[in-house]
C-alpha cells in the first residue's frame, strides 16, 4: 500500500528520494528503554553481547534458527534471509521475523492504531527479542548493539521486522537506508511515556495549572537521549499522527499513542530540536484525515502560514526588582494610568526588539503606569486585532519570537511600567486548521449548536463546563503571567460569556437549570481562573469588559463575586462622551450623564476607558467627537481629559488620543506621529495636548487624594454638582489623611469671573496645581492668582469658600499651597 500524500508538504515518494537531513541522536551507548517498560544497562552484558556476536557471524539458515514458531504472529509461510545492512558491521541473516499481523499493519498504515509502541519497537518474545519498524519510503532497516549491525527483513509498505536471539532488550539505534545515504537514529518506539501518571490525572481533572509544561512539544531529555515530547488531547480520535519537517509533512511513519482514558496522545521523538515545524494528523471518528495546528503550540509561523514550531525559552530575565516591588501596595491603591497600544501598528513595521527600543521612553516621558497590549496571541487574521485568536499559547509571530516579547515585556518592566495584556476566552475561530471541531467532534466548543456559535462574530463559544477546556483557559491565564511575567489581564467580551441570551433572541437559548438565564459554567470558569491567578502571581491584577449590571463583578469569590480586580466603567465612558458630543449650550439638558457615575461609582473597582472601540467603525476619533471648531475641540478634549483623570477610578486612554489626532485609528497606519513633527506647526495643537496629558500623569502619580481612596467613598465628596446651568462641575478628591485636591471644570465657552466654591476651612491657601487653559497646552491662558486665600463665607456646605475665575472649556486642579 502506497501512504497518503501529506496535504501541506512535498510528495512522499519524491522525499523518500531526497537526502534526509541526518539528525543524530544523544550516542549509541544511551540507555534504553521498551515499550515493555524495561530498561537496558549502561554495563555491557556478555551474555548479551555473546549472543549478539554468535548471531552476527554464524549464518544460520530459516531451518537452523534458534526461534521458537510461537515467537512469531502469523509468520509467513516462506520467508527469505534478510539481506545484510547496507550500512556498518556485517549482518546475521535472521532466521525467522514476526512480522505484525494484518490488523496491526492496517491500523498503523490508515492512522487509527492507539497503541504503536505496543507493536513496534523491540519487545521479548520467546527465543529472543522482536524489533519491529516502521519506516515508510526506507529501502533499508538495521539495528545496531553494541557496536554490531544485523539487518531487519522488510515486510514491504515500509514494515522491518526481525528476531535477534538476545536475553533482554538492549540498548540499540537503527541504520536506516534511503537512496544513496542513511540516518543513524534511536527508534522513537523504544522510549517510555514521556508524561508522568500525576500529569495525566492533572489533566483528567482538569486542574492542570501549567497544562502547557504537559501538553504540546517540549524539548527535553528523555532517558538520556535529547529529543521532544509532543503531546496533544483529542479525545475523539482513532489516531493522531506527528507530521513536521523532519519527516517531510508525511505522519504515516509517526503516530502517536493514546495514554489510557484521558484522550491525551503523546510520541518522544529523539533528535527533533526547535525550530521544527510540525502538526498533529487527526483521524476523525468518521474515518477522515484532519492536519491540525498544536492548540499549546507556544511558537507559531508568520501568518498566512499556520504550522507550530517546535521552542523554549532562554530569554534571561532582568526584572526581579520591579516583580518583588509590585505585589507592595494594593493596586487600587495605587497610581494606574494605563495606556492602549496595538502592537502591530504602534510604529508600523517594528519588530518586539525595536519596539523595546521606542515605547518603554515614550510611555515613561508620558507618565503612565502601565501599557495594555491588544490582543498578542497568535491570530490569522490582522484586521481582527488579535480578538479571534487561534494560537492561545503563542504570542504572534508577526513581530517576533516568544524571547523577543519577553525581551519587550523585560524593557517595560525595567523602565518602571506595568503590562497588562487583553485576553480573549469567550470565543475562537472556526479555521478548519485549529480549534473548531479539532478531533472531528465539538471539542472545544459546546456540543449544543445554539450554545457554540457566537451570534456576533462568526466565531465559536468555548465550552466552559467541560473541564479539560476549563484547564486550557485557566491555564492559558497563568501561562502568560508565569512565563512571560504579565502584570494583568484585560479580559475581552465578559458579558457575552455571562448570559446564555447575549445577542440572542428568545428561542435561540436555552435556561440554565435554575431556569435563568445566567451562564454558570462561565460564572464557575472566571471564578476559577481569578482565584488561580490571584493564587498563584502576586500582584498580578484582572480587569473585566462587563457593559452590564452583573453584581460583583470585582467582589471576592468567596462570597460568591466573579474575583476581578477592576471593571471597565462602561456606563461612564458612554455617558460622558455623550455629554461631551453636545453643543455647550444643550449640555445643561444632559448634566446628569456627568453625576450619574457617583450612584455606582463605589459598586465596584472602576477603570474609566477610553479605548480603541470608541475610535474606530465611524465613532470618530476623541477630539473629533467634541462640538465646535478647531480651538474648541481641544479645548474640550483638554477639559475633559482633567475631568477624566479626577474622577475617582483608574485611567486607561487608546493610542494617539493623548495628541488629538484626528483620523479614526486604523490597523494599516497606525497613530499619525506626523502631527507632532514642529515642522506642521504642531506646538500649539497636538503637542499641546500631548503636554496635558504627561503634565495629568505628573501631578496624578505624586497626588495620592486622586488614586489612594479609589475604591473607597471617603475619598471623594461634591462641591457642586448639580450647576447645571452653569456647565460647571466641581468635587473634592482626599487621600487616606483627608489632604484635599479640588478639581473644577467648566464645559461652556465662556469665561466665569468670581465664581465661588465651598471650601473645607482648614485650608489657608490654595494652589493652582492644573489648569487645562494654560497657553502652554494651546489654551486662552486665563488662570487664578496664586494662592488663593479662602474666604469666611459659608458656600456648598463649607463654612469657608473661595472665588475664582473658571477658563472657558476648562478644567483646573488646586491643591492646598
Not at 518603554?360 to 501599557?371: E, N
Not at 462640538?627 to 483623570?645: I, S
Amino acid at each position: 500500500m502506497t501512504p497518503r500524500p501529506p496535504s501541506n508538504g512535498p510528495d512522499p515518494k519524491k522525499a523518500a528520494a531526497k537526502k534526509p537531513s541526518a539528525k543524530k541522536g544523544a550516542g549509541a551507548a544511551a540507555s534504553a528503554g521498551t515499550g515493555a517498560g524495561k530498561k537496558g544497562s549502561g554495563k555491557k552484558n556478555s551474555t548479551k553481547k555473546n549472543a549478539l556476536k554468535k548471531a552476527a557471524v554464524k549464518k544460520t539458515s530459516v531451518e537452523k534458527a534458534p526461534v521458537k514458531k510461537t515467537a512469531v504472529k502469523n509468520p509467513p509461510a516462506e520467508r527469505p534471509p534478510a539481506e545484510t545492512a547496507p550500512v556498518g558491521a556485517v549482518a546475521p541473516e535472521i532466521a525467522v521475523s514476526p512480522a505484525l499481523d494484518a490488523v496491526d499493519r492496517d491500523r498503523l498504515l490508515h492512522g487509527t492504531h492507539h497503541a504503536p509502541h505496543s507493536v513496534l519497537g523491540a519487545h521479548p518474545v520467546p527465543g529472543g527479542v522482536a524489533f519491529r519498524v516502521f519506516r515508510p519510503f526506507a529501502l533499508g532497516v538495521s539495528v545496531v548493539v553494541d557496536g554490531s549491525t544485523a539487518g531487519l527483513h522488510d515486510d514491504g509498505d515500509g514494515f522491518f521486522s526481525g528476531l535477534l536471539p538476545l536475553p533482554d532488550v538492549p540498548a540499540y539505534r537503527l541504520l536506516v537506508a534511503y537512496d544513496g545515504t542513511a540516518q543513524d537514529v534511536e527508534d522513537a518506539y523504544r522510549f517510555l511515556p514521556a508524561l508522568g501518571d500525576l500529569d495525566l490525572h492533572l489533566i483528567g481533572e482538569g486542574r492542570h495549572e501549567q497544562l502547557w509544561r504537559a501538553l504540546g512539544a517540549e524539548p527535553m531529555t528523555h532517558q538520556g537521549v535529547t529529543g521532544t515530547r509532543f503531546t496533544v488531547w483529542a479525545p475523539n480520535a482513532r489516531g493522531v499522527r506527528l507530521a513536521g519537517t523532519f519527516n517531510f509533512w508525511d505522519g504515516t511513519g509517526a503516530p502517536m499513542r493514546s495514554l489510557g482514558g484521558t484522550g491525551v496522545w503523546e510520541l518522544f521523538m529523539p533528535g527533533i530540536g526547535e525550530g521544527e515545524l510540525y502538526k498533529f494528523e487527526i483521524t476523525r471518528p468518521d474515518g477522515s484525515r484532519t492536519l491540525r495546528a498544536d492548540p499549546m503550540a507556544r511558537r507559531t509561523e508568520v501568518p498566512p502560514a499556520t504550522s507550530s514550531i517546535v521552542t523554549a525559552a532562554h530569554h534571561e530575565w532582568d526584572d526581579a526588582e520591579w516583580l518583588a516591588r509590585r505585589a507592595e501596595v494594593p493596586v487600587h491603591e495605587a497610581p494606574f494610568s494605563v495606556y492602549e497600544v496595538h502592537l502591530a501598528s504602534w510604529r508600523p513595521g517594528l519588530t518586539y526588539r525595536q519596539l523595546a527600543e521606542q515605547l518603554p521612553a515614550y510611555v515613561k516621558d508620558l507618565g503612565f503606569t502601565h501599557v495594555e497590549l491588544m490582543p498578542v496571541a497568535e491570530h490569522p487574521f490582522g484586521g481582527s486585532w488579535g480578538y479571534q485568536v487561534t494560537g492561545f499559547y503563542a504570542p504572534t509571530a508577526r513581530l517576533g519570537t516568544p524571547d523577543d516579547f519577553r525581551f519587550l515585556v523585560d524593557a517595560l518592566h525595567r523602565a518602571g511600567i506595568g503590562v497588562l495584556m487583553d485576553w480573549v476566552p469567550a470565543h475562537f475561530p472556526r479555521d478548519d486548521w485549529a480549534l473548531a471541531e479539532f478531533d472531528g467532534r465539538p471539542l472545544y466548543e459546546h456540543e449544543d449548536p445554539l450554545r457554540a456559535a457566537h451570534p456576533d462574530w462568526g466565531t465559536l463559544e468555548f465550552d466552559f463546563g467541560r473541564r479539560e477546556v476549563r484547564n486550557f483557559l485557566v491555564a492559558n491565564a497563568v501561562y502568560w503571567c508565569e512565563e512571560f511575567h504579565i502584570d494583568g489581564l484585560r479580559v475581552d467580551a465578559v458579558a457575552s460569556m455571562l448570559y446564555l441570551d447575549y445577542s440572542r433572541e428568545p428561542g435561540q437559548w436555552t435556561p440554565n437549570e435554575h431556569g435563568g438565564r445566567e451562564n454558570l459554567d462561565a460564572v464557575a470558569f472566571l471564578q476559577e481562573m481569578n482565584a488561580t491567578v490571584y493564587r498563584r502571581v502576586p500582584g498580578v491584577v484582572t480587569i473585566a469588559e462587563e457593559s452590564t449590571a452583573w453584581d460583583g463583578v470585582t467582589r471576592a469569590t468567596d462570597t460568591g463575586g466573579l474575583g476581578f480586580g477592576f471593571k471597565w466603567n462602561m456606563g461612564w465612558m458612554h455617558d460622558s462622551l455623550d455629554y461631551m458630543t453636545h453643543e455647550p449650550v444643550h449640555r445643561r439638558h444632559h448634566h446628569g450623564e456627568m453625576t450619574f457615575s457617583m450612584v455606582y461609582a463605589y459598586s465596584e473597582n472602576y477603570v474609566l476607558p477610553i479605548s480603541h472601540d470608541e475610535v474606530v467603525h465611524g465613532k470618530r476619533s476623541l477630539v473629533s467627537k467634541m462640538p465646535g471648531d478647531w480651538w474648541q475641540q481641544r479645548a474640550n478634549l483638554r477639559a475633559y481629559l482633567a475631568f477624566m483623570w479626577a474622577h475617582p477610578g483608574k485611567q486607561l486612554l487608546f493610542m494617539g488620543q493623548e495628541f488629538a489626532q484626528g483620523a479614526e485609528w486604523s490597523e494599516t497606519h497606525g497613530p499619525d506621529w506626523w502631527l507632532l513633527d514642529p515642522a506642521y506647526g504642531a506646538e500649539a495643537d497636538h503637542r499641546g495636548v500631548r503636554d496635558l496629558v504627561r503634565d495629568l500623569n505628573t501631578v496624578y502619580r505624586t497626588t495620592p487624594a486622586l488614586w489612594q481612596l479609589d475604591t473607597s467613598p471617603a475619598g471623594f465628596r461634591w462641591t457642586t454638582g448639580d450647576a447645571a446651568e452653569d456647565n460647571v462641575l466641581a468635587f473634592l478628591r482626599l487621600d487616606a489623611e483627608g489632604v484635599p485636591l479640588l478639581a473644577v471644570s467648566n464645559f461652556s465657552p465662556v469665561v466665569r469671573h468670581d465664581y465661588r466654591l465651598g471650601v473645607p476651612d482648614d485650608t489657608p491657601a490654595w494652589h493652582e496645581t492644573l489648569n487645562t487653559d494654560s497657553v502652554a497646552y494651546g489654551g486662552s491662558g486665563v488662570t487664578n492668582p496664586d494662592p488663593l486665600k479662602p474666604e469666611p463665607t459659608s458656600w456648598h456646605g463649607h463654612a469657608a469658600s473661595i472665588r475664582l475665575t473658571l477658563p472657558p472649556l476648562a478644567t483646573i486642579w488646586l491643591r492646598p499651597a
